[in-house]
């Protein structure tokens, strides 16, 4: 978000000219699947996930991209109250804006033919420059009021939608229990990573992306702890 805070004040500041939404900005060399310790060009998936922060918040929600539908989808675990959601809204507004102006920008329609070959009902009467829309989930699983698992709703959002699941409205999340699992699967990699001497891309000094001629290093195989049992608290004798 600090990326497109700034891009977004320097592109109204210039009356927004496009010459201001440079490929080579971060944002769009995240477009370009630079800077991303997946390395993937957004042109070759149809769904981009975003986690948002709002720092004078204390906040995070997720925003998932779906492209072939044209629209942001928000997960927020925290919904309600004016001062909350117009952050949010402005937020993702920034997004929606910005987004297409990279998308622009990076050349990425020319890679993706297909959402005007196909006619989609969404990019027909468009013009590639126009904001996104936004669509709020509001079923989206809530956290306890009194609790500060924002991070925790945001992450478990992240794997569902990486699994497919969009509709989250009959899901109900054990915080208590996910925050337990998560431990688990971060104790088994860094266990693992340790015993191997395994380096992680994120530990790689410069732009992840070996593109731009950084360090190539291959990534560490863990072994799946997906249904690992849960960890018990140990009682002392």
């Known amino acids: 978000m600090t990326w497109a805070d700034n891009i977004e004040k320097q592109w109204r500041e210039s009356n927004c000219d496009m010459r201001s939404i ?29 986690p948002v922060n709002i ?9 998932v991209f779906r492209i072939k539908l044209r629209c942001l989808h928000v997960y927020d675990s925290m919904k309600g109250g004016s001062v909350h959601t117009k952050k949010v809204n402005e937020a993702v507004g920034k997004l929606a804006t910005m987004i297409p102006l990279f998308l622009t920008s990076t050349g990425f329609y020319g890679k993706r033919l297909d959402l005007y070959a196909n006619k989609l009902p969404k990019y027909v009467h468009k013009s590639q420059s126009d904001p996104l829309d936004i669509k709020h989930m509001m079923h989206a699983p809530q956290q306890e009021d009194i609790s500060n698992d924002c991070g925790l709703y945001t992450c478990l959002f992240a794997e569902y939608i990486s699994n497919d699941v969009f509709d989250m409205r009959s899901i109900d999340i054990d915080a208590k229990y996910h925050r337990q699992r998560y ?49 018990r608290q140990r009682t002392r004798n």
């Open 22 to 50: 440079s490929p080579d900005h971060d944002v769009g060399q995240c477009i370009r699947g630079f800077k991303l310790l997946a390395n993937i060009p957004w042109d070759s998936v149809d769904d981009v996930i975003i």
């Open 55 to 63: 720092s004078e918040k204390f906040h995070w929600f997720l925003v």
């Open 183 to 231: 431990a688990t699967i971060l104790w088994h990699y860094g266990k693992t990573k340790n015993e191997d001497g395994a380096i992680s891309e994120s530990e790689v000094t410069g732009t992840v992306a070996s593109k731009f001629g950084g360090p190539c290093i291959a990534k560490e195989h863990v072994s799946d702890t997906t249904n690992y049992p849960t960890p």
